[in-house]
T-cell receptor, first 112, second 114 residues
Framework: LAKTTQPISMDSYEGQEVNITCSHNNIATNDYITWYQQFPSQGPRFIIQGYKTKVTNEVASLFIPADRKSSTLSLPRVSLSDTAVYYC?????????????FGTGTRLTVIP | DTAVSQTPKYLVTQMGNDKSIKCEQN?????MYWYKQDSKKFLKIMFS???????INETVPNRFSPKSPDKAHLNLHINSLELGDSAVYFC?????????????FGPGTRLLVL
């Protein structure tokens, strides 16, 4: 499974758009890109998943360039409650989830 | 209804003791997991299990053992607890275990070994 690289931390003011980029240079053809969010003292929860181009849901958008070697999670107009750790993972349906690598994620701090 | 639940939420115990953490999922998933999140916030998978296969991360000491009485439960038993076992343990589940599937996590069990 491809390993991912993310910034360790980011700060943002309330109301701004936040973009967190993840590098996955060794992504395989069948890999999907998945982002999780973890609030303090809680388990991670799924935010968004994509394969290519752009995916949008009620929480975030995910931008994936044509070469798929990176992806960007975009959070529109963040609020204090978006302070959390964000994890980027890549994997496919044939590879077991036991091989997924969460790492330390990106710690986003939203400032009033 | 809570999708993935764990008990206890907090566990404080002495070195050398044996303890168990329970996990239940009501999502009808076939695969369950245990993760350990240490003080540096690394989230590492320990086990994945479905009704066919147990996969153990090679770095997990054999003092840790998962027990699954049925598809909806995966309990974690820890023997001879050590100081380094202090961490937050998360249970999770997914439909059938593929790396592209959404995993649903429990609230975590905070274990402190004194």
């Amino acid at each position: 499974l491809a390993k991912t690289t993310q910034p360790i931390s980011m700060d943002s003011y309330e109301g701004q758009e936040v973009n967190i980029t993840c590098s996955h240079n060794n992504i395989a053809t069948n890999d999907y890109i998945t982002w999780y969010q973890q609030f303090p003292s809680q388990g991670p929860r799924f935010i968004i998943q994509g394969y290519k181009t752009k995916v949008t849901n009620e929480v975030a958008s995910l931008f994936i360039p044509a070469d798929r070697k990176s992806s960007t999670l975009s959070l529109p107009r963040v609020s204090l409650s978006d302070t959390a750790v964000y994890y980027c993972l890549v994997g496919d349906s044939l590879t077991g989830a036991n091989n997924l690598f969460f790492g330390t994620g990106t710690r986003l701090t939203v400032i009033p | 209804d809570t999708a993935v639940s764990q008990t206890p939420k907090y566990l404080v115990t002495q070195m050398g003791n044996d303890k168990s953490i329970k996990c239940e999922q009501n999502l009808g998933h076939d695969t369950m997991y245990w993760y350990k999140q240490d003080s540096k916030k690394f989230l590492k998978i320990m086990f994945s299990y479905n009704n066919k296969e147990l996969i153990i991360n090679e770095t997990v000491p054999n003092r840790f053992s998962p027990k699954s009485p049925d598809k909806a439960h995966l309990n974690l038993h820890i023997n001879s607890l050590e100081l380094g076992d202090s961490a937050v343990y998360f249970c999770a589940s997914s439909l059938s275990g593929g790396a592209d599937e959404t995993q649903y996590f429990g609230p975590g069990t905070r274990l402190l070994v004194l």
